[in-house]
């Protein structure tokens, strides 16, 4: 465990120290699923979900309802799910809230309507912060971050309408409204979930994209385009190292943030086609419980990716 995670363990722990291990009874609410997966999502261990939901309920409690829990830090760190444990320094139990990594320890941390918890084993040795994912579709646009529901901004390149299109119907579909604006007019600000279409070439100059350009330690996203104009798209393992390169007709649906801000969605390709490919698998069967994904037509390529994909 680096110094980084540890601190932020620690610090947590001693902020449940003070404020106790509830949050007090209050209202309940209903329908939060409880998720628990190891090694990005791709073996599924158990998935629960509470109808009804006290007042008094955590993320850790509800998840200590349905499975086995050690911890240590004095209760703010999970240890062990079901007897899974990290098995180096560099392997450990992270979870996110409606796609969104969580910033306080599960003890601490109140449950909203509909709320998509979901708990991740997986290996940090490429970076210790993934801060969103896009496996909770439809979440964070239907149900917010922390029971507010955010508005939503769709910035969308001109080469790119059909693939726009398509993105702003499926997220009609869900109920979300969106504010459609050309990309690169700003405007959607820290208080709205910002979802951007367009091919790489497009989006390239976007602060989201420059994360995803600087590596996994900065977007926590397993992929990065390279060549003239972005024109391939490589695929990253879960140390960060090169596994395949997809060329024409690649796409990628990915999410990251930075500090207090709303996730910004991503949805890229090397060219209008691999747009096209992201815009049509923005659905929750296609997205379910993947950090990312890449698409080359009707073929899905979750990220990060296994060394022998």
């Known amino acids: 465990m680096t110094s980084k995670v540890a601190a932020v363990a620690i610090a947590l722990a001693v902020a449940l120290a003070v404020a106790g291990c509830g949050l007090g009874a209050g209202k309940g609410t209903s329908d939060v699923a409880v998720t628990v997966t190891r090694d990005f999502g791709t073996v599924r261990i158990g998935s629960v979900t509470e109808h009804s939901v006290p007042g008094s309920q955590t993320v850790m409690r509800l998840l200590e309802r349905s499975y086995r829990v050690s911890t240590r830090y004095g209760g703010g760190f999970v240890e062990s799910i079901n007897g899974l444990s990290g098995t180096s320094s560099r392997r450990d139990w992270f979870y996110y809230v409606n796609g969104i990594e969580a910033s306080l320890g599960a003890a601490g941390t109140g449950v909203h309507k509909g709320d998509r918890i979901w708990w991740d084993l997986h290996d940090w040795s490429a970076t210790d ?15 917010g971050i922390g029971g507010r529901r955010y508005p939503t901004t769709l910035e969308c390149a001109g080469d790119t309408a059909a693939a726009c299109q398509t993105v702003s119907s499926k997220l009609d579909a869900i109920g979300v409204k969106v504010a459609t604006q050309a990309l690169g007019a700003g405007g959607s600000g820290t208080d709205s979930i910002a979802v951007v279409v367009g091919t790489w070439q497009d989006v ?106």
């Open 204 to 309: 390239r100059s976007e602060f989201a994209a420059g994360l995803i350009e600087s590596g996994p330690g900065s977007s926590g996203i397993y992929a990065r385009f390279s060549g003239p104009g972005g024109s391939t798209l490589d695929l990253l393992d879960p140390h960060g190292q090169l596994v395949r390169t997809l060329g024409a007709g690649a796409g990628l649906i990915a999410a990251t943030a930075q500090y207090s801000s709303a996730p910004v969605w991503i949805i890229t390709g090397t060219d209008k086609a691999g747009v096209s490919a992201a815009a049509a698998a923005l659905t929750a069967a296609r997205l379910d419980y993947h950090f990312a994904l890449a698409v080359q037509g009707q073929t899905d390529f979750p990220v990060p990716l296994k060394a022998s994909s």
């Open 129 to 143: 912060s993934i801060p969103a994912v896009v496996g909770s579709f439809p979440e964070p646009f239907v149900h």
